[in-house]
């Protein structure tokens, strides 16, 4: 007996399309249903409201509180304060200088997209882009006037502490990852105890500690730079997470790994280096981002030491007796500020997990 | 067989191993010479893999001494670095790199580990590859491939540092029957070269093709040992006897 070959066909239309979908996902039981018309209420009473405040009611144009007639949303204030949210107490006059550091920083980032290969030239970029960034911002240089950390602020005092920490913690990370896998007892135990000795201990503590402890331990007169201390905190604090993150990783790859690696010959660093980590960092990547968001978020922490990094600038503003009870766009404002870089992050989290990705066809 | 056998190139003297108290390798001796083709069979947990795992030193040994090319498998660096260099192991599961492509996989080891140019290191990688008839896919990643077709790149990465010895850690047992045959292809063709194989396998047939010897371990000893013919067809141990008729009456 021989079976004729069959086509395939279109599944059936209730099975495809918008009303498909809503049947599924919003209708499948009375439970369901009645999810569905609850969430519908709550989005009904809080957009409209949140839309007219924000947009239809708002102020957009003007120089001063005066000019706030409407009943909704001032946003001449984040206008009027823009610079303050994004550069601190930067002075004005220099305020090119952040400007330059934020257009190349970008102009980087398109470049190593659209550049491909040359590993060598990235590294480069990596090590010579935080130089040129601290002689740009600090000054001191090439006749520009030194700016002293403590104006840093804002949205660049964020994002200056939020790229030293990854960029820093990342390496830092991996080689304790490394210390606690490793064979030698006295490597093993200090990574132990480094790891969950700063995983036991909050981030606030961490920056009080640096801040207000460890200049007891300095000799008298030497004073060590506020924000400096604070990103040596923040990066030491992150290493420890960042490497039980990867160990994850590592557990998830099978022994047959090490084991072809070491039957190729390859010595512990190569084997590590070329094989073990770009695996287990691949399968962290989500988790990686996840710890690298907290970090980002985090750094509003700073305020408990004095500075003023985004957050803490919305006290400051709304505080300004021209501008007071603004608190509310102030925060509106930042928070969605925070967004989009958290969203930017995890978005590139996804595309990164994508690209990285071997099993399928490219 | 009258084949030109040439020096020692494994011996394996009084090898002794434990897991904890369980005694896996129980006075093994084993000498293999250059060009031999030897095949290991035995039921599972019997320690052929475990034994094949130690020459090159994937495992450790408690006792006795295991010798390639005259260097001791110990733990001085320097021994082991030149033992893997001429040892190439091939595993159940394959075990490529899956983050590398095809020809990442083969060349990876020529590149880091012996300097070679990278140039040379892609056409020998090419060479084997065209060997075992998958120079085709050299830029997909291994979980793009067949299982059959990833044990061949299997095959092609460990012949890349030109190894005097091959193991084959049971290379066909992860397959789907219809892949098997093309990776005993490729094993057949390299013992017809003369290239010195040691093959923990369960394809009988393989080994009365193209074995020099077949041992058979059970229980962590060697407890026969023979040519292919005599091996099959006059075996006089009765665990041998009753092994047999289970994998060839099945």
Redesign the interface.
Known sequence: MVYPPKHSKEPPVLERGAIAWIRHNLLSSPFNIAFTILGIAILYMVIPPFIHWAFLDATFVGHSKSDCTGDGACWVFVKEKLNMFMFGFYPQAELYRPKIVIVSLLGLLAFSKFFKGRGVIKLALIIIFPLFAFIMLHGGYFGMPIVETQKWGGLLLTLVIASVGIVLSFPIGILLSLGRQSKLPIIKSLSVFYIEFVRGVPLITVLFMASVVLPLFFPEGVNFDKLARALIGITLFEAAYVAENIRSGFQAI?K??Y?????????YW?KMG??IL??AI?ITIPNLVGTFISLFKDTSLVMIIGLFDLLAMVTVTANDRDWLGMDTEGYVFVAFVFWIFTFSMSRYSKYLEKK?D????R | MSKELGEPIIEINKVNKWYDEFHVLKDIDLTVKKGEIVVIAGPSGSGKSTLIRCINRLEEYQEGIIKVKGIEVNNDVKNLREIRANVAMVFQHFNLFPHLTILENLTLAPVWVYKKPKKEAIETAMHYLEKVNIADQANKYPNQLSGGQQQRVAIARALCKSPDIMLFDEPTSALDPEMIGEVLDVMINLAQEGKTMVTVTHEMGFARKVADRVIFMDAGQIVEENDPENFFHNPESERLQLFLQQILNH
Do not use: F, I, N, W
């Open positions: 099978p047959g790994q084991e072809a690696a070491d039957a190729l010959g390859l010595g190569q070329l094989v770009p695996q691949r990285l071997t099993s399928k066809g």
